[in-house]
């Protein structure tokens, strides 16, 4: 039954009662951003048949292909959300700089930070793809928003969420009270709350990870993933079960209804690059909905959120999840720096032999 369901308006009218810093601007830029999302998964639910698959000729700021629903996304976001007075300027993971507010525009308190269209790749198979988004409040009124402004440790986000779509299109909220779901009723046209304060399970059977990146990882991400490939017979004594759809709202998302880990941690393919994940546009963003919901989200050796930027597009290693999990892997990090990972080795006790070795 719909009738007396909550949509996102009424739940940002009830959380102001208990924060009044989100009243007025915070409130009509969420409306921005929710719209923005509505108006992209019109276009990726038509896929094929809105002539919009494929590549185009650019990168992004990251190097990498974009995708033509990249790009859509990216100047949907833009043009829902530069005039409505509520922000100083936003960020995408799809452009080099910052985008202020246009000249001419009420300027506003906010920041925006945004990757259009997680997973792109996936869309000409039709598989999972995603919006990420989170705000952050300007310094000092930002009357001259600069990038340095965006360089806000993830503990200071204001909101965080993300749009899903899938098989129904959702949009996942935080804004520091708890984790929430909204299911898009499309007849209507509103996101109405379907899952209010999602829980982790503290503990998972469950992991997601790149395998065909086996021989680049780390040993503790290597020693994790082989102990929980050894089920029952290993160290675990429980079977696990391994997921990868290759979008990161994708697997937040089962996470957040079903537990589990994901992980993209540092490897050593290309030495150069500290992890995988933009920090700002990625790995802030679902930090914050991950640590509202009880679960962690680290580096590996930290708290994400707790990491001060030092560019728009800092790349990141990132681990979240189930409590219990992603404690697990910090402190085989912590063993793998300090040796305690080693095998013991004694000489009095090695294998010898009255042989010369050739």
């Not at 290597?222 to 697997?251: H, I, N, P």
């Amino acid at each position: 039954m719909l009738f007396g369901r909550t949509n996102v308006n009424k739940f940002l009218v009830e959380e102001q009662s208990r924060n009044p810093a989100l009243a007025g601007d915070f409130s009509m830029l969420i409306s921005d951003v929710v719209r923005s999302c509505k108006a992209i998964s019109q276009g990726v639910s038509r896929g094929a048949l809105a002539g919009v698959q494929g590549d185009v000729a650019t990168r992004n700021a990251h190097g990498e292909p974009q995708h033509t629903l990249d790009v859509l996304s990216n100047q949907t976001f833009l043009q829902h959300c530069e005039w409505g007075g509520h922000l100083a300027a936003m960020s995408s993971g799809e452009m080099e700089n910052i985008y202020p507010a246009p000249a001419g525009a009420q300027r506003g308190k906010y920041l925006l930070v945004f990757d259009p269209l997680d997973g792109s790749s996936n869309i000409d198979v039709n598989l999972t793809v995603g919006s990420i988004f989170s705000v952050l409040r300007c310094p000092d009124g930002c009357k001259e928003p600069s990038a340095a402004d965006f360089l806000q440790p993830g503990s200071r986000q204001v909101a965080a969420g993300y749009a899903f779509y899938g098989p129904s299109t959702m949009l996942v909220l935080t804004v520091g009270n708890g984790t929430h779901a909204f299911t898009l009723d499309r007849e209507i046209g509103e996101f109405l709350l379907t899952h209010s304060h999602l829980q982790i399970p503290a503990e998972t059977r469950n992991f997601a990870i790149n395998a065909s990146n086996e021989r680049f990882w780390e040993p503790p991400i290597r020693r994790y993933v082989e102990e929980c490939l050894a089920g029952q017979t290993g160290v675990r004594e429980k079977d696990f079960t391994m997921r990868w759809v290759a979008s990161m709202v994708g697997e937040v998302h089962r996470i957040l209804v079903r537990g589990g880990v994901f992980m993209y941690p540092r490897d050593t393919k290309d030495m150069s690059k500290p992890g995988r994940l933009s920090l700002l546009h990625k790995a802030n963003p679902m930090s914050m909905i991950v640590e509202q919901a009880g679960g962690q989200a680290s580096t590996g050796s930290g708290r994400i959120s707790d990491l001060v930027p030092e560019n728009l597009h800092q790349l990141v290693p990132v681990i979240l999840g189930s409590r219990d999990e992603v404690e697990r892997i910090e402190r085989y990090h912590r063993e793998h720096e300090t040796g305690e990972d080693k095998p013991f080795s004694s000489p009095l006790f090695a294998t010898r032999t009255l042989f010369r070795a050739n």
